[in-house]
C-alpha cells in the first residue's frame, strides 16, 4: 500500500529557510494529490499547501502564501515544501498526505495516506 515518508525537518532561525521533502512508494506516484499539513502541540491539524496529481494546481492556506512553495517531481516520486521567511509561528509537525484522486481539499478527511510526521523548529 502506499507509503509516505518526511525529510528535511529541523531548528531554523526566524527568517531563514528549509525544505521539506516526502516521498511516496507504493503504488504510481502520478496518481495521487498530495497536500501538506501541520500541528502544534496540543492543537488540531491545520492544511498548509496541496498540489494536484499534474502539478499543474497549487493551493496554500493563507498563513503561508508568499512564503510557502509545493512542488512535485514525479521522477523522483516525491513532493516538496520550500519554507522561506520562517516564522515561529510555522513551529509544529508537519505531515503530507495523498489520496487517490486529481485532487483533494482541505480537510484532513480528504486523504487517505499520511506520513509519519518531520518537526520544524523555528527560534528568535
Known amino acids: 500500500q502506499v507509503r509516505l515518508v518526511e525529510s528535511g525537518g529541523g531548528l531554523a532561525q526566524a527568517g531563514n529557510s528549509l525544505t521539506l521533502s516526502c516521498e511516496m512508494s507504493?503504488?504510481?506516484?502520478?496518481?495521487?494529490?498530495v497536500a501538506w499539513f501541520r500541528q502544534r502541540t496540543g492543537q488540531a491539524r491545520e492544511f498548509v499547501a496541496r498540489?494536484?496529481?499534474?502539478?499543474?494546481?497549487?493551493n496554500y492556506a493563507g498563513s503561508v502564501k508568499g512564503r510557502f512553495t509545493i512542488s512535485r517531481d514525479d521522477d523522483e516520486n516525491t513532493v516538496s515544501l520550500q519554507m522561506n521567511g520562517l516564522k515561529p509561528e510555522d513551529t509544529a509537525v508537519y505531515y503530507c498526505?495523498?489520496?487517490?484522486?486529481?485532487?483533494?481539499?482541505?480537510?484532513?478527511?480528504?486523504?487517505?495516506?499520511w506520513g509519519q510526521g518531520a518537526q520544524v523548529s523555528v527560534f528568535t
Open positions: 498526505a495523498a489520496d487517490y484522486a486529481t485532487v483533494r481539499g482541505e480537510s484532513i478527511h480528504e486523504y487517505t495516506y
Open positions: 507504493g503504488r504510481t506516484f502520478s496518481d495521487y494529490c
Open positions: 498540489i494536484s496529481s499534474t502539478g499543474l494546481t497549487t
